[in-house]
């Protein structure tokens, strides 16, 4: 009777030898792996270990500017910049980056303002606020349509759906300043139609002021 399925195969045996010389052949090949992976994960802990000295330093560093921004010192400032640029990409390093722009827009130094965030590797968590840091500066300077566009940059950085909807209508106002009373109210409306955002009713409210028209006597 002819054989069929895995009856038909033929049975599979492990040659010792054969194993030992596939294991000579590839030997080094193994070799070299394991110490690449060796190298890679203890590389991976080294940098975490790092990174978070670096958080640390960052911090203290920051809450160190903070104190002299408290004290009303006039080294603040350059404490505040030293500290973004040391430590840019950490928490610390973005906060202070942040106060330091924002202490520029208010004395009217935008453009220095909006170098140093333009520079700035922040993390994650701070990506939003940059962006809305941003558009602020340009709304000092009356630049709306550049406002609006980072307002709503912001909004696609941000993580918070109660954020989002803030930042929208903070581009919906930019849109407004700037003439732009069509895409306002679509952006208002957008807020308008969401009963659960705290936006909402504000978003009723300026789709009507920006859609009525002016009936002539």
Do not use: C
Request: no cysteine.
């Amino acid at each position: 009777m002819t054989k069929t399925g895995g009856a038909a195969r033929p049975s599979i045996t492990a040659d010792p030898e054969s194993l030992l010389d596939t294991f000579q052949l590839y030997k080094k090949q193994i070799s070299v792996t394991a110490v690449v992976l060796a190298v890679v994960v203890g590389g991976a802990f080294m940098w975490r270990a790092n990174s978070a000295r670096r958080e640390t330093q960052a911090e203290k560093a920051f809450f160190e500017a903070m104190n002299l921004v408290s004290q009303r010192d006039a080294k603040a400032p350059d404490a505040l910049m030293k500290v973004s640029q040391r430590y840019d990409g950490t928490a610390g390093g973005a906060q202070a980056a942040l106060l330091y722009a924002q202490s520029r827009f208010d004395e009217g130094k935008y453009a220095d303002g909006q170098k140093l965030l333009d520079g700035l590797k922040a993390p994650r968590a701070f990506v939003s606020g940059v962006e809305a840091l941003k558009a602020a500066g340009y709304e000092g300077e009356q630049k709306f349509d550049l406002a609006a566009e980072h307002y709503l940059k912001a909004v696609d950085k941000a993580e918070l759906q109660g954020e989002k909807d803030f930042l929208k209508g903070e581009a919906a106002r930019a849109l407004a300043a700037a003439g732009k009373r069509t895409e306002a109210a679509k952006l208002w409306g957008e807020l308008a139609d969401k009963p659960d955002s705290p936006m909402s009713a504000e978003g009723k409210i300026r789709v009507g002021e920006l859609t009525v028209t002016t009936v002539k006597p």
